[in-house]
């Protein structure tokens, strides 16, 4: 019997990426679970360790945080609906065979691959209550009385920074879920048109449920991506107006620019966390609902 | 050859990560990307009197060089000269980390007789400060900027108000917004997004009320937030409010927005820094404005104040260029190179003897003021205060509370900080 010898020239191959690996991502995260037990100002030699204070303090005693999370579920739940079934009837209409569909695809896919930092900046403009084309839009109808400054009012500014969000990200669901419909097989719908089911019925017995795996996917994405907004929020409020926008990452980033680290990362990690529990729980609840 | 091969590619990848060369001289880390060209003119000019290269890399935005220098001192990166842009607080973990060079020396020489004690105060640590720093001189002032209020004389004059004379009181102050609002001016203007700017227009009251002893009384807990004094400062913000003072936007704009809301004249005036007079010049040339202090109070204790400071430098305790670096900053501080960066850059310099070489008007007014600026406190309020204070006074000037409850919100968080402390 003869044992194969492990192949050292293939390890060779790969040992750059397992070095870039485990200094880029496996390092930090050791790293940043490990700082969140200390307190420490990110430049001075020594960390002071503090156990599971940090933690305590963000679960039980940091409001800001809590509401910051809430304000990031409130844009997260209006992606999943609205920015989702916007992008989903897109994708059907593009699916049927409408004239320019290339054309359209094309420019459904822009707003995504935009810079969030630019795109904040220019919706900023358009938002603004001096200069901004909104209101002067809304003023040219007849709706002056609507007009305001949509970033500094804290009723409206969380809503307007969702709609630049969906804007921004309802390119990506469409992509996804037109590929999704294009796997269909055409017979299927020919099948049900013979036996008389019309465009609805043709939807919801036939596109729906071999959907629902991509729905899924979507939805994780839409929730991942939207949970961790900041680029958009950075550059249009700051978490402004007194804190009506704050979300998790900007907090974060708060913290972490007065040098308090061990902070920082515990909330990173909580944070973390969440984000990776309600991960499992859809996988879950996707994998009953495909055995169902 | 196959083996050949592989540990051939293998060799390559780990040569191409080696380090960079670094250039010997003295590098310079800026965060002022509009004075490139002048810190290379004075580079060049410097290279050619003693044969030492002193190279300057700039960093925009500010807060993007701050996490720069962050990252670069936990790395031991830093370069001979740089800034940590951040308060006496965060100076002192440098300091203590063995990041920045001790000045006292060469200061105690005379060379600090060239600038303005209070701006040299602001990077010095007395005897028993707070985070136990060896009492010295940490830093170099560069030049020294002031925050006062702006104000367009074009617009003044269509509200019908005196355009050589500018309100001097908060009543005066508040009676030129009535006029202005009347003549459909927007009143004031200022990045309120940036919270370090609300808080200094907010201090510019708490000196007058306060003074210097209770402030430091405050940030120890013995002078409560909910103390009438602090209400009374607070109210402030609520009158301004109320008489809808503000332009519109003014809580998310970034003090870039604001600049170009006064500079496109959508407002008669601005809290700003000395620096806006060189970014009004680009953005309108044919702008008419003038500057005055903030508003005193009627029944005032103390006089008025204004927040000031320096683009400080200092030195990298590690470098092994440190003799060659302090060199340089000497001969900038010297009377020719400090005209030199006042003509180009319209700023304040630090070398109080070049004051008289200022030509424009609003820049001498600034200069004028420099003895207004807050002295540098020996303690400092916790940054989640600040913070708080911050987005209260937001809140305040948006109508969604009032001072009691800014107040009460305050110190019930200093009540928990003071206690963390004391365990």
Same mark, same amino acid.
């Given at each position: 019997m003869t044992t194969k010898k492990p192949d050292l020239n293939g390890l060779l191959f790969v040992l750059p990426a397992i070095i870039m690996f485990s200094i880029f991502t496996v390092y930090p995260f050791i790293k940043t679970f490990q700082m969140s037990f200390y307190s420490w100002d990110g430049i001075s030699p020594i960390m002071k360790f503090i156990g599971f204070k940090n933690y305590k303090d963000i679960l039980f005693n940091d409001p800001l945080f809590w509401k910051a999370m809430l304000n990031a579920a409130i844009i997260t739940f209006l992606a999943l609906t609205v920015q989702n079934l916007v992008a989903l009837l897109l994708a059907v209409i593009i699916d049927k065979g409408v004239k320019f569909n290339k054309f359209f695809r094309t420019v459904f896919f822009i707003p995504p691959i935009l810079s969030g930092?630019?795109?904040?900046?220019?919706?900023?403009?358009?938002?603004?209550?001096?200069?901004?084309?909104?209101?002067?839009?809304?003023?040219?109808?007849?709706?002056?009385?609507?007009?305001?400054?949509?970033l500094s009012n804290t009723k409206t500014a969380l809503f307007s920074i969702a709609v630049v969000h969906m804007w921004k990200g309802f390119g990506w669901g469409f992509v996804i879920l037109l590929a999704g419909l294009q796997t269909i097989p055409k017979e299927l719908y020919e099948s049900a048109a013979i036996d008389g089911a019309d465009d609805f019925k043709q939807f919801i017995y036939i596109t729906a449920p071999l959907m629902l795996p991509v729905f899924f996917i979507v939805s994780i994405l839409t929730i991942l991506g939207t949970m961790q907004i900041f680029d958009l929020v950075y550059s249009m409020t700051r978490g402004g107006p007194a804190g009506a926008t704050e979300v998790p990452v900007t907090y974060i980033y708060k913290y972490l620019a007065n040098n308090e680290l061990g902070y920082a990362t515990a909330m990173a990690v909580i944070f973390g966390l969440i984000l990776f529990s309600l991960s499992i729980i859809q996988i879950i609840i996707s994998r009953k609902l495909k055995k169902t | 050859m196959k083996k050949f091969f592989t540990i051939f590619c293998f060799l390559i990848f780990l040569f191409s990560c080696s380090p960079k060369k670094v250039e010997k001289g003295v590098v310079i880390w800026h965060w002022m990307t509009d004075r490139e060209e002048v810190f290379n003119k004075l580079a060049e000019k410097y290279y050619k009197k003693t044969g030492i290269k002193v190279k300057f890399e700039t960093y925009a935005p500010s807060d993007v060089y701050r996490e720069k220098v962050r990252a670069a001192?936990?790395?031991?990166?830093?370069?001979?000269?740089?800034?940590?842009?951040?308060?006496?607080?965060?100076?002192?973990?440098?300091?203590?980390?063995?990041?920045i060079e001790d000045l006292t020396p060469y200061m105690e020489e005379g060379w600090k007789n060239l600038f303005f004690d209070n701006i040299l105060r602001q990077n010095y640590y007395d005897k028993d400060n707070q985070w136990a720093v060896k009492e010295g001189y940490y830093g170099v002032p560069i030049d020294v900027v002031s925050i006062q209020i702006f104000y367009n004389k074009n617009l003044f004059e269509k509200a019908g108000l005196d355009p050589n004379n500018p309100p001097t009181t908060f009543e005066e102050f508040i009676e030129a917004c009535r006029k202005l609002k009347t003549a459909g001016i927007q009143p004031f203007v200022s990045g309120f997004a940036e919270e370090w700017l609300v808080n200094v227009f907010c201090q510019s009251f708490e000196w007058q009320v306060l003074g210097e002893e209770g402030i430091i009384k405050t940030i120890k807990g013995e002078i409560k937030y909910t103390d009438p004094r602090w209400i009374k400062i607070f109210k402030l913000f609520e009158k301004m409010s109320n008489e809808k003072i503000f332009a519109e936007g003014v809580i998310t704009m970034l003090n870039k927005d604001a600049e170009r809301v006064f500079a496109t004249e959508k407002a008669a005036m601005a809290l700003n820094g000395s620096w806006g007079i060189n970014v009004y010049k680009g953005m309108n040339p044919n702008l008419k404005y003038g500057v005055?202090?903030?508003?005193?109070?009627?029944? /005032?204790?103390?006089?008025? %104040?204004?927040?000031?400071?320096?683009?400080?430098?200092?030195?990298? /305790?590690?470098?092994?260029? %440190?003799?060659?670096?302090?060199d340089f900053l000497k001969w900038l501080t010297e009377e020719e190179q400090q005209i030199l960066l006042t003509k180009e850059t319209h700023n304040i310099p630090s070398n109080k003897n070049v004051i008289n070489y200022i030509e424009d008007e609003n820049l001498k007014n600034f200069a004028s003021n420099i003895d207004k600026i807050f002295p540098t406190l020996p303690i400092l309020e916790h940054w989640k205060v600040v913070s708080l204070k911050c987005r209260g006074l937001q809140s305040i000037i948006l109508n969604q509370k009032t001072a009691e409850e800014v107040a009460s919100e305050l110190q019930k968080l200093k009540d928990e900080i003071l206690k963390e402390q004391s365990l």
């Open positions: 930092i630019v795109v904040g900046i220019v919706w900023k403009w358009i938002y603004d209550g001096n200069y901004g084309i909104l209101n002067a839009i809304l003023s040219f109808i007849g709706l002056k009385e609507y007009t305001t400054a949509w | 001192a936990q790395g031991k990166l830093l370069p001979d000269i740089y800034s940590p842009l951040g308060d006496l607080r965060e100076l002192a973990s440098f300091i203590k980390a063995g990041y005055f202090l903030p508003p005193k109070l009627k029944d /005032a204790r103390y006089p008025v %104040k204004i927040w000031g400071s320096s683009s400080f430098l200092n030195v990298n /305790a590690l470098s092994q260029y %440190k003799k060659e670096a302090i």
